[in-house]
């Protein structure tokens, strides 16, 4: 989809728009009657109106900027042993279930004692 | 948007300089002197403005003190500069021919629109004599009143709030 500006359109918007600051500026008594700012004003706001017709900076899409971050990993599937939805307790709390204990035995026999050396 | 913020700053460094500036006090140059009376305030050369009253009568006298004696080809006019292009208009003051007078006086009634309550003319006026100048004045003039209420301006500011909506949409970008 291309984007296109309106410059004639800003042409005239700008000019309109001078034309009434202008009258404004001049029945308020901000400007005297013989300002030329009162036939430059309309003429600036023309060109304007022009450029930025032209140009059109509203509603123009913006630049997706490109960070320097490293990328995101891919995605990997969720481990089995993770815990699901639905498997959490009352308490909302999901500890994970320790191993069983090792069976009680006897104890390993202790190694003979060693022979002293001879003098 | 960066080149939006550098024009709308060379904008207020070009535009406030000029709108600010105005004329330090009425001008009179020439052997000249001239005023006219509005009610009980008489307006004339010192004054650097004259506030004046929309209709009324005005009481003027001016005179020329250069020695001179005898008829001689006169002419004035008085006349409201507009901005360039459109020059200058001539007001009902002028004079032309041959004369034998070195002062005048006389009453002139005027009666203005509301529509000119607010801005500031410059009325300014020459006299002649045997084809040069010899004086020239202005001073700047407004009407008393309220410029609010002028309904030229009510009119002109509504419009404005148009134009600058219209002006907006013109910046917007179209699909093609």
């Known amino acids: ?119 | 948007m960066r080149v939006i913020r550098i024009v709308v700053a060379l904008a207020i460094v070009v535009l406030v300089p000029v709108l600010t500036a105005s004329a330090a006090h009425a001008t009179l140059e020439g052997p000249c002197t001239a005023s006219g009376k509005i009610s009980a305030t008489t307006y004339d050369a010192h004054l650097a403005t004259a506030k004046i009253p929309r209709t009324g009568d005005v009481h003027w006298k001016g005179a020329i003190n250069n020695g001179g004696r005898g008829q001689r080809p006169i002419e004035g006019k008085v006349y409201v500069k507009l901005p360039p292009p459109f020059g200058r208009v001539q007001l009902a003051g002028s004079w032309n021919g041959p004369s034998s007078l070195y002062a005048n006086s006389g009453t002139y009634h005027y009666d203005l629109p509301e529509v000119l309550v607010g801005p500031k003319f410059t009325v300014s006026g020459h006299h002649a004599e045997r084809g040069a100048v010899v004086c020239r004045g202005s001073i700047e003039v407004q009407l008393s009143g309220s410029p609010i209420k002028n309904p030229a301006l009510i009119a002109s500011l509504v419009i404005t709030v148009f134009a600058i909506l219209n002006f907006f949409l013109a910046l917007r970008a179209k699909v093609v």
Not at chain 1, 57 to 81: F, N, T
Not at chain 1, 111 to 117: F, I, L, Q, S, Y
Request: zero cysteines.
């Open chain 1, 1 to 119: 989809m291309r984007r296109r500006g309106r410059p004639i359109r800003g042409f005239f918007a700008g000019l309109l728009l001078g034309i009434f600051l202008s009258l404004d500026l001049a029945l308020m008594g901000a400007v005297k009657l013989e300002s030329p700012v009162l036939t430059i004003l309309p003429a600036a706001l023309a060109v304007l109106g022009l450029i930025l017709g032209w140009w059109a900076p509203l509603g123009r899409p913006k630049k997706v900027r490109r960070s320097k971050a490293e990328p995101l990993p891919e995605p990997v599937a969720w481990p089995d042993d993770a815990p699901v939805e639905g498997s959490m307790t009352a308490s909302g709390l999901s500890f994970p279930v320790p191993p069983p204990p090792p069976p009680v035995g006897a104890p390993p026999a202790a190694p003979p004692p060693a022979e002293p050396p001879s003098i």
